[in-house]
């Protein structure tokens, strides 16, 4: 079985200082991890996803994501944070040995001017 | 432009009304799947599809029906709706479920039963 935990409901910071939104997994094999958000009346959108290779992962809007397989951690960064990357904020697993990805509760990202 | 498309985007619907949520893709994908996002829950998976007339029960799918006929549509349908089941709904699309393939998401249906 695979699990997904986003420990915190809610991550409140300032606008310009940097932000970090936590989830930490579990798989039975190698992991494919992604991240998604999802702003208010709106679908869920790709952020990014690590695969393989670089532990550091770029995606959209100048966020990252640090793999580590020691921690079993793919935390989601950003080095200055904008008001607009206020949302909701879903990580995601899924065991390379195929099978469907299991989502996270959602960390809701609240970034004051 | 690539896309899931759901619709209605809102529903408002009385119990034991009978009611399908339409998912249409246009990317060829194989996998499909519904899920419902309530407060406090995260999102839940109702059904999913990893092929046409290939269908599995999800997380929670009592209260559901899903059919896979054609590849691109995924229809939820709910053959008689309760209050419990007023939520938001999203479809969601992957290419397959053996590479490294992110989801696409519908911008949702709001489900409301009075």
């Known amino acids: 079985a695979q699990s997904v935990a986003q420990p915190e409901d809610q991550v409140n910071v300032a606008e310009g200082n940097p932000l970090t939104v936590k989830c930490t997994y579990s798989?039975?094999?190698?992991?494919?991890l992604f991240w998604y958000v999802q702003y208010p009346n709106r679908g869920l959108q790709f952020l990014l996803k690590?695969?393989?290779?670089?532990?550091l992962v770029k995606g959209s809007y100048g966020f990252e994501a640090e793999f580590n397989k020691s921690q079993t951690s793919f935390h989601l960064k950003k080095p200055s944070a904008l008001v607009s990357d206020s949302a909701l904020y879903f990580c995601?697993?899924?065991?390379?040995?195929?099978?469907?990805?299991?989502f996270g509760d959602g960390t809701t990202l609240t970034v004051k001017p | 432009e690539a896309q899931v498309t759901q619709n209605p985007r809102y529903l408002i619907t009385v119990t034991g009304k009978k009611l399908t949520v339409t998912c249409s893709q246009n990317?060829?994908?194989?996998?499909m799947s519904w899920y419902r996002q309530d407060p406090g829950l995260g999102l839940r998976q109702i059904y999913y599809?990893?092929?046409?007339?290939?269908?599995d029960k999800g997380d929670v799918p009592e209260g559901y029906k899903v059919s896979r006929k054609e590849k691109r549509n995924f229809p939820l349908i709910l053959e008689s709706p309760s209050p419990n089941q007023t939520s938001l709904y999203f479809c969601?699309?992957?290419?397959?479920?053996?590479?490294?393939?992110?989801?696409?998401f519908g911008s949702g249906t709001r489900l409301t039963v009075v």
């Open positions: 990317m060829n994908h194989e996998y």
């Open positions: 599809s990893m092929n046409v007339e290939v269908t």
């Open positions: 690590y695969i393989t290779g670089d532990n």
């Open positions: 798989v039975s094999g190698n992991p494919y």
């Open positions: 969601a699309s992957s290419f397959d479920t053996t590479g490294p393939y992110g989801y696409t």
């Open positions: 995601a697993v899924r065991d390379t040995n195929a099978g469907k990805s299991t």
